[in-house]
C-alpha cells in the first residue's frame, strides 16, 4: 500500500536523523514529549501516531520546515494543470453602475 510504504520512510528517515545526531532514544523521546514507544512507533512509521507527533519529532530534529512543503501548491503538478484548464479564455469588465445579471 502506497501510504504505509511512504509511512514507513517516513519513519526510518526520522531514525536515521535522529541516529546521524547521536540523540539517544530516551533525550529524543524527552524532548518531543513522548514516549519512548511512540517514539519508537513513529520509528516505524505506525500510521495510528498523529501527524502532530510526527510534526513534534520533525522539529526537535529540525526539520519542521519542510513539513510546510508537503502539500504546497506550487509542486502540485496535477492541481496546476487543472486550475489551468478551468481558467476563462476571457474575463469581462462589467461597466459602472452595473452589476451582473441586469440587463
Do not use: W
Given at each position: 500500500?502506497?501510504?504505509?510504504?511512504?509511512?514507513?520512510?517516513?519513519?526510518?528517515?526520522?531514525?536515521?536523523?535522529?541516529?546521524?545526531?547521536?540523540?539517544?532514544?530516551?533525550?529524543?523521546?524527552?524532548?518531543?514529549?513522548?514516549?519512548?514507544?511512540?517514539?519508537?512507533?513513529?520509528?516505524?512509521?505506525?500510521?495510528?501516531?498523529?501527524?502532530?507527533?510526527?510534526?513534534?519529532?520533525?522539529?526537535?530534529?529540525?526539520?519542521?520546515?519542510?513539513?510546510?512543503d508537503i502539500a504546497d501548491p506550487r509542486h502540485?503538478?496535477?492541481?496546476?494543470?487543472?486550475?489551468?484548464?478551468?481558467?476563462?479564455?476571457?474575463?469581462r469588465l462589467t461597466r459602472p453602475g452595473k452589476?451582473?445579471?441586469?440587463?
Open positions: 500500500m502506497p501510504v504505509g510504504r511512504a509511512l514507513r520512510k517516513l519513519g526510518h528517515d526520522i531514525r536515521d536523523a535522529r541516529r546521524r545526531r547521536r540523540i539517544p532514544v530516551a533525550i529524543m523521546a524527552e524532548r518531543a514529549s513522548v514516549s519512548r514507544t511512540t517514539l519508537n512507533k513513529v520509528e516505524k512509521g505506525e500510521p495510528g501516531v498523529s501527524m502532530g507527533i510526527y510534526a513534534t519529532v520533525l522539529f526537535v530534529l529540525g526539520m519542521i520546515d519542510r513539513l510546510a502540485d503538478a496535477v492541481g496546476l494543470e487543472l486550475e489551468q484548464e478551468n481558467l476563462p479564455k476571457r474575463i452589476r451582473r445579471g441586469e440587463a
